[in-house]
């Protein structure tokens, strides 16, 4: 175990720590957002601007932080968002993260653009989901899907909000355009063993859900969705999960916050299918907001980078042992023993009332 005060008390700590060790390029590549960079701050200024309203005297007893998601039992409902090119950050990679994840008891949604292969990863503990890039060639993207199955992942989780790549003007004034020499996006090889580019595909419509099934029996998360017209959509065309995201601020910029696209988005799925989010969860506090909001988990995604860019697999479970305490005593003192039972009237933006 690392001391926590080599690391850090909070993920602000650890965020700086790894600010520290970082090449300032690799920190921008994944601290930084698209345009102005004004989705990426609401994702965290929409929690500033949401209160508790704690319950007293509910004899809520031990909490239990335990669920089941798809399939895959889970020791909270706080989950590894998937992030691209872990190696940037540590050079065990993604293999550490899902050490991690494994001891920690809860899923890694591996990247499509991870740089180790997901079989190396999935050696490391899973359980493990596998996020999906809409590739225009359905061929391709049955050869990556076969592989993440064969390795063991249990759910696919397919990327909708980025039809083409986000501005990220940090990347642009460094020149960083791609993987230093070495590193390769492991699982984008086609059948001959040759690695394909990342590429965005805004060609792609609500056909490619029909097209996903047809590939496998996994459950079938869609990621990305803000507007509550397009989680109904998801549901009809019978994904099994809609995860509320922007992108952590990285494509559209100006895109409103997750937090205050969730209700929306709770409301139109209408209990018919679980709904995650991610973006801007920085506190155990901020998990059980947006569980009371109707979430039922949430994924962190830079934060992971930080803890692994400072301590490898003991980093990112640093980080993981930070929000679960944080959202078990948060829990505790709203009166609450388990998320599922945590109400929207838990919450307030402070307005009279
Ligand atoms: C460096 C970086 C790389 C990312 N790579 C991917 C990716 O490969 N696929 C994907 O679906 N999302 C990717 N995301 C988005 C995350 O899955 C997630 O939506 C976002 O980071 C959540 O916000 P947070 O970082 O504020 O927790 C990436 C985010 C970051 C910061
Ligand atoms: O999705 C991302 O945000 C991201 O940064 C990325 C970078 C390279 C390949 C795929 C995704």
Same mark, same amino acid.
């Given at each position: 175990m690392l001391a926590a005060d080599a690391v850090g008390l909070n993920l602000a700590e650890v965020a700086a720590a790894a600010r520290r060790r970082l090449d300032p390029v690799h920190w921008d590549f994944f601290a930084g957002g698209a345009g102005n960079e004004r989705t990426l701050r609401a994702n965290e200024a929409a929690f500033a601007r949401r209160w508790l309203r704690p319950r007293v005297?509910?004899?809520?007893?031990e909490r239990d932080l335990r669920l089941s998601l798809f399939g895959s039992p889970v020791s909270m409902p706080v989950l590894i968002a998937p992030t691209a090119f872990h190696r940037l950050a540590h050079p065990e990679g993604e293999v550490a993260t899902a050490r991690a994840a494994a001891d920690a008891g809860t899923v890694m949604v591996v990247s499509?653009?991870?740089?180790?292969p997901v079989e190396e990863i999935a050696a490391a503990g899973g359980p493990l989901w596998f996020q999906l890039y809409?590739?225009?060639d359905l061929e391709f993207t049955a050869t990556v899907v076969r592989r993440a199955v064969a390795a063991g992942c249990r759910a696919l989780v397919v990327t909708v909000d980025s039809p083409v790549f986000g501005r990220r003007e940090r990347d642009l004034r460094h020149g960083f355009v791609d993987l230093p020499?070495? &590193?390769?996006? $492991?699982?984008?090889?086609?059948a001959d063993g040759r690695v394909r580019p990342i590429e965005m595909n805004a /060609?792609? /419509?609500? $056909?490619l859900i029909g097209a996903l099934r047809g590939l496998t029996s996994l459950p079938i998360l869609l990621k990305g969705v803000l507007h509550p017209a397009d989680a109904r959509l998801a549901v009809e065309h019978g994904v099994d999960g809609v995860l509320v995201s922007n992108h952590g601020g990285r494509? &559209?910029? /100006?895109?409103?916050a997750t937090l205050d696209a969730l209700p929306g988005v709770v409301a139109a799925v209408d209990g018919r299918v679980p709904v995650l989010v991610d973006g801007g969860l920085r506190r155990g506090t901020d998990v059980l907001v947006a569980l009371a909001l109707g979430a039922t988990a949430v994924l962190l995604g830079r934060p992971v980078l930080w803890g692994l860019a400072v301590g490898g697999a003991a980093g990112v479970r640093h980080v993981l042992d930070l929000v679960r305490a944080d959202l078990d005593r948060a829990l505790a003192l709203v009166g609450v023993a388990r998320p599922g039972d945590l109400d929207a009237d838990l919450v307030t933006t402070g307005a009279p009332g």
């Open positions: 005297l509910r004899a809520a007893g499509m653009a991870a740089t180790r809409p590739h225009a020499p070495g &590193l390769v996006c $492991e699982n984008m090889r086609d /060609g792609v /419509g609500w $056909e494509q &559209l910029d /100006g895109a409103l």
